[in-house]
């Protein structure tokens, strides 16, 4: 990972500070959170739907039987609730 990239996205630089903050954090979680951090993952940004349009647009679909698979969704979310420990929020804009 090199400093020597400059970024010129804002949500770029976010991303960035949650990458630095791991850094930091990182050779300290085990004596004081009692586990090791050992990585990250991707970012979300969470923004409003525009439309009914939008959101009906986006709205997933009815779960198949691959879903319930061993690379399906649900075993992705349930390995995922099981492996997170920190969760890290940027509150960029807020309304209230």
């Not at 400093?3 to 085990?30: E, I, K, M, N």
């Not at 679909?61 to 390995?79: C, I, Q, R, T, W």
């Amino acid at each position: 990972d090199s400093d020597a990239r400059v970024s010129t996205s804002a949500l770029s630089q976010c991303d960035r500070v949650f990458t630095d903050l791991g850094h930091l954090l990182g050779p300290r979680t085990q004596e004081s959170l009692g586990f090791s951090l050992w990585g990250r993952q991707a970012a979300m940004v969470r923004v409003p739907l525009v439309s009914e349009s939008e959101e009906r647009l986006l709205r997933p679909g009815p779960m198949s039987e691959s879903h319930y698979d061993d690379s399906g969704k649900v075993f992705a979310h349930l390995n995922f609730l099981d492996r997170r420990r920190l969760c890290a929020i940027f509150l960029v804009e807020s309304e209230g």
